[in-house]
Structures are given as structure tokens and as C-alpha cells.
């Protein structure tokens, strides 16, 4: 079994901010954050990943708590083309779990 | 890089055949994966391998199943003999050192009538 924790499903509106939780409450010292995100009739692409700090890149943010237990990926512009399942996994598991169905409504 | 290329992209065969599919991971990376993905369970780590050995395979579901990474090149997925529930869409994986991002190949979708 995937070693995370996601909610089912979320819903945003175009151009708002999204915030994607994920528990990993077994987490290792060693483990990286990984989000990877899966659009219809493709194979999951990656996202972001951490390991302690919070990180940022061109497609969203990664906040960490500071006791490595939980994260949260933050997409600042929510679009259509965000809609997707979202993935969070531990980098030495790489076992996916449900996801989160992120829905984007115009 | 072309990315991880997976063959064939589509798969048709009958209960009992043998299929064989087929993934070539990206030059350089060390780490690949196989997944299955089906409506029902989701996504599935089946194998993985580093440097070419399998390191943990509790996620193939039974002998039917096997994955062979003869070079650093190529892996193969094996099932044989095929049945309706093998039916998902595969997916093959690689990465570099484990830490790093992986990056997934389209996948194989596989159909056992």
C-alpha cells in the first residue's frame, strides 16, 4: 500500500489558487516528496518534488511542514488544463495511491 | 532524449496467449519501473529494477507474470498465459538514482478477450 494519503477529489475555479494536501505521516528521514499529476489517456507526469525546504518551479509551489509529515502543492493560477489526478508518493516507496481528481470549473 | 518509449501502444489478444511488452527507459537512468493502471485498483508498482537486477517485485500478482532487464537499455514484461483481468493499461518507468523525478513512457494498453 502507498505509504501517502490524499483526499478523493477537489474542485477549484479557473484562476484561483489551488491547495493539494497529501499526509505521509511514516515518512523517513531519507524520503523525498514527489507529486506527479496524471492527465486523461496519459501516463503520470512529474510535478515537483522536496525534501525539507519549500520549493518552487514554473508549474507550482511545495509547502513542507516542518515536521515532514504532511505537504501541500499549490498551483497559484488554477486552468482548465490543470484538471488532472494528482498524485503525491515518497521517492524510496514510489507506490501511488488514489490521487486527488482536481475539477477546474471555468 | 526521446523519453521512455514503451511498445506496442495497443495490445489485443486472446485468453491463454503469451504478450510481451516491451520498454526502453532513458540513456543514463538507472532506476525503472513497471506499473499497472486499472480503473479498479489504480496505479500499481508491479517490479522495479536498479542497474539492471530486480530489487522488489511483491507487486507482480502472480507466476503468470514476469520482468527480465537484460541490459540497461530494455526491459520486458511477460504474461503468460493471458486472462481477461490482466486487461489495464501498462505503464513502464525510469529514473536517475532513485531521487530524482521519474519520467513515465505512454503506456502500453492491453486488451484480453
Redesign the interface.
Known amino acids: 500500500d502507498a505509504k501517502t494519503t490524499q483526499p478523493n477529489s477537489m474542485e477549484s475555479n479557473e484562476e484561483e489558487p489551488v491547495h493539494l494536501p497529501c499526509n505521509h505521516s511514516t515518512i523517513s528521514g531519507t524520503d523525498?516528496i514527489?507529486w506527479?499529476r496524471?492527465l486523461p489517456s496519459?501516463?503520470?507526469?512529474?510535478v515537483i518534488?522536496g525534501l525539507t525546504s519549500n520549493v518552487n518551479n514554473r508549474m507550482a509551489s511545495l509547502a513542507i511542514a516542518e515536521d515532514r509529515k504532511s505537504s501541500t502543492l499549490i498551483l497559484h493560477r488554477a486552468t482548465l488544463r490543470d484538471a488532472a489526478v494528482y498524485?503525491c508518493i515518497l521517492?524510496?516507496d514510489?507506490?501511488?495511491?488514489?490521487?486527488t481528481r482536481l475539477t477546474v470549473k471555468p | 532524449d526521446a523519453g521512455v518509449i514503451q511498445s506496442p501502444r495497443h495490445e489485443v489478444t486472446e485468453m491463454g496467449q503469451e504478450v510481451t511488452l516491451r520498454c526502453k527507459p532513458i540513456s543514463g537512468h538507472d532506476y525503472l519501473?513497471w506499473?499497472r493502471q486499472t480503473m479498479m485498483r489504480?496505479?500499481?508498482?508491479l517490479i522495479?529494477f536498479n542497474n539492471n537486477v530486480p530489487i522488489d517485485d511483491s507487486?507482480m500478482p502472480e507466476d503468470r507474470f514476469s520482468a527480465k532487464m537484460p541490459n540497461a537499455s530494455f526491459s520486458t514484461l511477460k504474461i503468460q498465459p493471458s486472462e481477461p483481468r490482466d486487461s489495464a493499461v501498462y505503464?513502464c518507468?525510469s529514473s536517475f538514482m532513485?531521487?530524482?523525478?521519474?519520467?513515465?513512457?505512454?503506456?502500453t494498453r492491453l486488451t484480453v478477450v
Open positions: 523525498y514527489h506527479y496524471q496519459q501516463g503520470p507526469e512529474y518534488h498524485y521517492n524510496n514510489m507506490r501511488f495511491g488514489a490521487g | 519501473f506499473y489504480g496505479l500499481e508498482l522495479y507487486g505503464f518507468a532513485g531521487m530524482t523525478e521519474a519520467f513515465f513512457g505512454q503506456g
